[in-house]
T-cell receptor, first 112, second 117 residues
Framework: DQQVKQNSPSLSVQEGRISILNCDYT??????FLWYKKYPAEGPTFLIS?????DKNEDGRFTVFLNKSAKHLSLHIVPSQPGDSAVYFC???????????FGTGTRLKVLA | NAGVMQNPRHLVRRRGQEARLRCSPM?????VYWYRQLPEEGLKFMVY????????ESGMPKERFSAEFPKEGPSILRIQQVVRGDSAAYFC???????????????FGEGSRLTVL
């Protein structure tokens, strides 16, 4: 049972435009969400997180939006840069647990 | 402050051999996680450990796989009698004791890539 889903395996965006990566979850107990970026042959690196008490968190070019009623979160990257080309994973966590559940990832390609 | 260190980065084993993957968490981190990434798939949770304790091993296959995080030394993921299906990237991550003390992120190592011939 895939509790965290990233339904788009890949996305291509022109440099300078907005990239929107989506993530859906099924477990209503999740209350903390994170986005990670992964380059080939490297480990995932943390990008941004959001608690369920918020609906938006912004850090520079990266903004995460959370819609709890829809059990949906999205990562917006604007403006997109070629260096943003990577696989992006969303992850979710429940309070009181330490089991981070990851989605299957979306491969973003930013075209110069 | 060194990051999460994993070794070996690449490991080749023949079917039936044993694979041992090591992970040293970041300094001050007492929680260690192991994740597996099969080709073209996401990160699958395997096990979560604290020093000398396995907290959650719900993602570990019932046979051939074991993990430990001793009082001294690195965490070790051990795979006995490897099969071709064990070929994957194995990632270790660590976190500090209190999630409230930071953003709640996991810090990942660069992974150990196991190839079973």
């Amino acid at each position: 049972d895939q509790q965290v889903k990233q339904n788009s395996p890949s996305l291509s965006v022109q440099e300078g435009r907005i990239s929107i990566l989506n993530c859906d979850y099924t477990n209503s107990m999740f209350d903390y969400f994170l986005w990670y970026k992964k380059y080939p042959a490297e480990g995932p690196t943390f990008l941004i997180s959001i608690s369920s008490i918020k609906d938006k968190n912004e850090d520079g070019r990266f903004t995460v939006f959370l819609n709890k009623s829809a059990k949906h979160l999205s990562l917006h990257i604007v403006p997109s840069q070629p260096g943003d080309s990577a696989v992006y994973f969303c992850a979710a966590l429940s309070s009181g647990t330490y089991k981070y559940i990851f989605g299957t990832g979306t491969r973003l390609k930013v075209l110069a | 402050n060194a990051g999460v260190m994993q070794n070996p980065r690449h490991l080749v084993r023949r079917r039936g051999q044993e694979a041992r993957l090591r992970c040293s968490p970041m300094k001050g981190h007492s929680h260690v996680y192991w994740y597996r990434q099969l080709p073209e798939e996401g990160l699958k949770f395997m096990v979560y450990l604290q020093k000398e304790n396995i907290i959650d091993e719900s993602g570990m296959p019932k046979e051939r796989f074991s993990a430990e995080f001793p009082k001294e030394g690195p965490s070790i993921l051990r795979i006995q009698q490897v099969v071709r299906g064990d070929s994957a990237a194995y990632f270790c991550a660590s976190s500090p004791p209190s999630r409230a003390a930071n953003t709640g992120e996991l810090f990942f190592g660069e992974g150990s890539r196991l190839t079973v011939l």
